[in-house]
């Protein structure tokens, strides 16, 4: 069967990428092939559900640029097609002197990114948005929102469908082969045919990748984060989304409060490495992909230089009691008994052969391929804007 494009994954960033496609002028025929039985199965369907303003990230690099657009695209997208979501707002809490300047610096990038009706809160403001919160300054974020993304992907994959584009579910692409130009992409199940492969494969992205492209130097290092939910008689202790000050040096957010848009409040997450790519639960090893993990040169380099936090997440992972006092920076009222077991999800992390954790969305071209390499937070938040970067790109080719 011959298609114009070939999309790797049914993730969220996978769909949005063929949404783009299949809408494009001069309709593209589009396949997406999912390896599991239904959509948003891992990163897309396993996170915090949070719709990110942009306020972290550098200006101008792709995450700002595409979080910001992509913001307004999924906003618009939810409206348009029923999906509930809710613009909250959240707050960023600084609970010690030394995490002031790095606080200063988000509001400042936050603004440099467009945001506009940030809000810098005193130990008392504080109060008046999150009434147990105990910090000595803060940030009001307006533009933050919950979602939930696992309902958003079956809503972009049946909009998909309505356009002409194509779903094969219960199919892992084993190998891509090139046949004077055309792209022969295998499944244990047949072949497809296409003028163009698109990697979305997320967890798995590098492998794949490496089916096309002998120039890719990035491993795939997966992070689990780990959830708590509040016991129902204490969700009241969170209103809507506390976060801390995050680390700069480390590419995670750092453990914080999340009203769910299905329910509830997640506390977390902390990021361990997961001992396989698809690893939900601390006893899932693949002895396998933990060696190659362990093996990368790069990844060797980051244990090297964050030995001490990666002790302290390991530390929170068994320890609910060191996972209480984390959370107790924030709200001191919380008690390890309000704290019962939630999901995990494990993040994508590409890492160069140099020791970079990539902190940038991570798109690699090749003649015939276009490899999505890393595509982290803020990606769900901004799938319709990287969906629309990387369909250009496809489109070029044509």
Not at 43 to 72: E, F, M, R
Not at 80 to 100: R, S
Not at 119 to 130: F, G
Request: aromatic content about 8%.
């Amino acid at each position: 069967m011959k298609f114009d494009c070939i999309i790797v994954g049914g993730g969220i960033v996978g769909l949005a990428t063929a949404l783009r496609l299949s809408a494009a002028p001069h309709h593209k025929k589009v396949l997406v092939i999912e390896k599991e039985v239904e959509v948003a199965k891992h990163q897309t369907g396993n996170n915090s559900g949070v719709i990110h303003s942009g306020i972290y990230y550098k200006p101008g690099s792709l995450k700002a640029t595409n979080c910001i657009t992509g913001y307004h695209q999924l906003i618009n997208f939810c409206r348009n097609n029923d999906v509930p979501f809710d613009l909250c707002g959240k707050i960023i809490v600084a609970t010690e002197e030394k995490e002031l300047q790095a606080l200063k610096n988000i509001g400042e990038r936050g603004e440099q990114n467009g945001l506009t009706g940030l809000k810098h809160l005193s130990k008392e403001e504080l109060k008046e948005y999150e009434p147990h919160v105990v910090g000595i300054a803060g940030i009001l974020v307006p533009q933050t929102g919950i979602v939930d993304y696992a309902v958003v992907a079956r809503k972009y994959a049946q909009v998909l469908q309505q356009q002409g584009g194509e779903i094969r579910f219960g199919e892992k692409v084993i190998e891509i082969q090139d046949n004077q130009g055309t792209q022969v992409v295998i499944t244990q199940k047949g072949s497809y045919n296409a003028s163009l492969v698109i990697n979305c494969a997320g967890l798995y992205s590098d492998k794949v990748a490496r089916l096309t492209s002998k120039k890719v130097d990035v491993k795939i290092i997966p992070f689990r984060g780990e959830y708590f939910k509040l016991r129902k008689e204490k969700e009241y202790l969170v209103k809507n989304l506390i976060y801390p000050v995050p680390d700069p040096n480390f590419p995670f957010l750092g453990v914080h409060f999340t009203r769910m848009m299905k329910g509830g409040v997640e506390a977390g997450p902390n990021a361990v490495l997961a001992f396989q790519r698809e690893g939900y639960k601390k006893s899932d090893i693949n002895l396998s992909e933990l060696a190659e993990s362990l093996a990368w040169p790069g990844f060797q380099k980051v244990m090297a230089k964050y030995w001490r936090t990666g002790l302290g997440e390991m530390y929170r992972s068994f320890s609910k009691a060191a996972f209480t006092k984390a959370l107790q920076k924030l709200i001191p009222e919380i008690e390890e008994h309000d704290l019962v077991e939630g999901g995990a999800g494990v993040r994508a992390q590409a890492c160069d052969r140099t020791g970079g954790l990539v902190d940038d969305f991570m798109i690699l071209e090749e003649a015939h391929a276009i490899n999505v390499c890393n595509a982290p937070s803020p990606a769900a938040t901004s799938s319709l804007a990287i969906g629309e970067t990387v369909a250009n790109l496809a489109l070029k080719r044509f």
